[in-house]
């Protein structure tokens, strides 16, 4: 199986960043000099992703806007002299072939990637999720880890990291049995399990790699936890029929859809900034020195 096609959910409402995200989109808040969105676009196309559908809603047509040309702008960075800001704004254009549909109403995860059916067709496909961005300072990304491990046993990969009780409970939990270094057979999941409940402390985080099979599976999946189709209860049917594997992904996540999250990821990644990064240390260090 070749992963080519990737799918990114962005039609929540971005309720855990409110006032910020009431007319503005939470996968455009700006991470340091790029909003958010595009991390996981360059993610994406960094694993080998040629075409990205990315699911968003009514009021979030700025994303569509964001990955096309601005003629006007680059025509006039040019005539003034700035040419290398012109190239910059075209080549966000020209990442990768993007497309966009609509999740009509917020029916949940489940739902949304449910809407990505005639893009993906019958081909195995990678779902990012716009939350999370993850941050890989050597060797490959997050979802390069998944896509290899998915064509290596032919089969779906999730991806999985260990975490608290009181994170646990937020997430989906999986039994799992290794089969690698980093690598688990699937055995169960859940969806938002309490401390009895739980299967393992490791969590779904972030990044899938899916069979097609998942789409017919979901048109006739129930609404569960939250009133909404979950992935995890259409995943949990997948598995009775497929196996799956886990990636225990070498990577930092940041989760942006909450603020100590947001902040946290604007923090570290403008420390590694090239033309920001010395100057944000030294104004660290001197306000924890007044601090004192």
């Known amino acids: 199986m070749k992963?080519?096609?990737?799918?990114?959910p962005a039609a929540g409402l971005g309720t855990r960043m409110l006032p910020a995200t009431k007319t503005v989109p939470k996968e455009m808040l700006p991470l340091v000099d790029k909003p958010v969105i595009q991390y996981i676009v360059e993610e994406a196309v960094a694993s080998g992703i040629e075409d990205i559908l990315i699911v968003t809603n009514r009021a979030k047509s700025a994303m569509d806007d964001y990955f096309d040309y601005h003629p006007e702008l680059e025509h006039?960075?040019?005539a003034g002299g700035k040419a290398r800001e012109a190239e910059t704004s075209r080549a966000v254009a020209d990442m990768a072939n993007i497309f966009y549909v609509r999740q009509k109403e917020t029916k949940?995860?489940?739902h949304a990637i449910w809407r990505a059916k005639r893009f993906v067709g019958d081909e195995p496909f990678a779902i990012l999720l716009g939350d999370d961005i993850m941050y890989t300072e050597q060797g490959a990304p997050a979802l390069r880890q998944l896509i290899d491990a998915a064509e290596k046993?032919?089969?779906s990969a999730i991806g999985t990291r260990e975490v608290p009780d009181d994170l646990i409970v937020k997430y989906s939990s999986l039994r799992i049995e290794q089969l690698e270094e980093r690598v688990f057979n699937i055995?169960?999941?859940n969806e938002k399990p309490t401390l009895e409940t739980k299967l393992s402390n490791y969590a779904i985080m972030?990044?899938?790699v899916l069979t097609s099979s998942i789409f017919?599976?979901?048109?006739n999946t129930a609404p569960g936890a939250g009133g909404e189709i979950q992935l995890t209860d259409g995943m949990r049917t997948l598995l009775g029929r497929e196996r799956m594997v886990a990636v225990d992904f070498d990577a930092k996540r940041y989760?942006?859809?909450n603020l100590r999250g947001f902040l946290e990821a604007t923090i570290d990644y403008a420390l590694r900034h090239p033309d920001a990064g010395e100057w944000l240390r030294g104004f660290i260090l001197d306000k924890a020195e007044k601090l004192k």
């Not at 992963?3 to 990114?8: L, N, P």
């Not at 017919?216 to 048109?219: K, R, S």
């Open 3 to 8: 992963v080519t096609k990737a799918v990114i």
């Open 76 to 78: 006039r960075l040019e």
């Open 108 to 110: 949940g995860l489940g």
């Open 153 to 155: 046993y032919e089969c």
């Open 187 to 189: 055995l169960d999941m």
């Open 206 to 208: 972030g990044r899938y």
């Open 216 to 219: 017919d599976i979901l048109e």
């Open 255 to 257: 989760d942006t859809g």
